[in-house]
C-alpha cells in the first residue's frame, strides 16, 4: 500500500490522476485551440439561457445593461455566431496553434503539481501579462486605421455585444488573442494546471465582458477592480475608451461615468488605459 507523501503538493493527486488518463491529450498540438473553443461555449450556455427567458421574462431584460434597447439576441443569432466562430477555429486557429506546438518541440510534462498558492500567484501573474499585452494590441488596432480595418472591424460589428461575441472577430485577431494567452504563460513560466485554470477563468472574464448583463453577482460587483460588462459595453459603444480588458482599478465609479457617457454622448468621460502599465488619462469625448 502507497503511504503518500506528508510534503507532496495538495494538488498532486489531482495533477497524478490527469496525466495518467489524459496525458496524450495534454501534448496534443490540437489543445491549446479545442480547450479554447470548447470553455468559450461552454461557458457562454448559461447566457444562452438568460437570453432565451429574456424574451419571456422582464427581470431577466432588467439585468441587461441596456435595458430598453430591445429584446435580447435572438437563437438565430447565436446560432450565426457559433457557425462564425467554429469555421474560424477550423479553418486557421487550429491549424496554425498545431504548427507553432511543432516548431516548438515535444511538451515535457513536470512530475509534480504546483502548490495552492504556487497556483494561484501563476494564475493572477498569468492575467496581469495577458491584460497588459492585451492592452497595448487592443490600441493599436484601434489607433492605426489599418489595423482595425483588417483585424479589429469584424468584432465591432456587435454594438450591443453578446456572451457568444466575444471570439467572433477576424481570423487573425482570435488567433492573436490565443497566442497572447499561450504568451503569458510562457513567460511566467507556470505548470501547466495553472496555466488551464488561467485559461478557464480568463475564458470566462471574456465571456462576462460581452454578456450585456449587469448581474447583482457578477465578478465585478464582488472584485471593483474588474470591469464587467458594463464597462466593455462603454467600449463597444465609443470605441475610444475601455481598452484595457479585465483590470480596471478605478473600479465602480468608473462604471458609473462609463454607463452615463455611452447613453449620452455630451458628458465628459475616463479614458482607460491599461492598469498594469498604471497610465491614465481624463479626456473629453466628442
Not at 58 to 84: M, N, T
Not at 94 to 114: F, N
Not at 249 to 254: F, I, R, T
Amino acid at each position: 500500500m502507497l503511504v503518500p507523501n506528508p510534503e507532496a503538493p495538495v494538488l498532486q493527486g489531482l495533477w497524478e490522476a490527469v496525466q495518467a488518463g489524459q496525458r496524450e491529450v495534454l501534448v496534443s498540438p490540437y489543445l491549446p485551440a479545442s480547450y479554447a473553443f470548447l470553455t468559450h461555449v461552454l461557458l457562454c450556455t448559461p447566457f444562452l439561457a438568460l437570453d432565451a427567458l429574456g424574451s419571456v421574462c422582464q427581470r431577466v431584460r432588467s439585468w441587461r445593461v441596456s435595458a430598453g434597447s430591445g429584446p435580447p439576441p435572438s437563437l438565430r443569432r447565436w446560432g450565426e455566431c457559433f457557425l462564425r466562430v467554429l469555421s474560424r477555429y477550423l479553418s486557421s486557429v487550429l491549424p496554425a496553434t498545431a504548427l507553432l506546438h511543432a516548431l516548438c518541440g515535444p511538451v515535457v510534462l513536470p512530475l509534480l503539481a504546483p502548490s495552492c498558492w504556487d497556483l494561484c500567484v501563476e494564475v493572477f501573474a498569468c492575467l496581469l501579462v495577458f491584460d497588459t499585452l492585451f492592452f497595448i494590441c487592443h490600441v493599436a488596432m484601434h489607433w492605426v486605421p489599418w489595423l482595425y480595418r483588417r483585424i479589429h472591424r469584424h468584432h465591432h460589428r456587435h454594438h450591443l455585444p453578446f456572451a457568444l461575441a466575444a471570439q467572433d472577430s477576424s481570423s487573425l485577431e482570435l488567433l492573436s488573442l490565443l497566442l497572447l494567452a499561450l504568451s503569458s504563460s510562457w513567460l511566467v513560466g507556470c505548470h501547466p494546471l495553472s496555466e488551464a485554470v488561467f485559461h478557464l477563468l480568463n475564458s470566462w472574464l471574456a465571456v462576462e465582458d460581452h454578456c450585456g448583463y449587469d448581474l447583482p453577482w457578477a465578478l465585478h460587483h464582488l472584485l471593483p477592480c474588474l470591469g464587467g460588462a458594463p464597462c466593455h459595453q462603454a467600449h463597444h459603444a465609443l470605441h475610444n475608451v475601455n481598452y484595457a480588458p479585465l483590470l480596471h482599478p478605478l473600479g465602480p465609479p468608473l462604471r458609473d461615468i462609463l454607463c452615463t457617457r455611452a447613453s449620452n454622448q455630451n458628458h465628459m468621460c475616463f479614458e482607460m488605459r491599461s492598469p498594469s502599465l498604471i497610465i491614465y488619462s481624463f479626456k473629453l469625448c466628442n
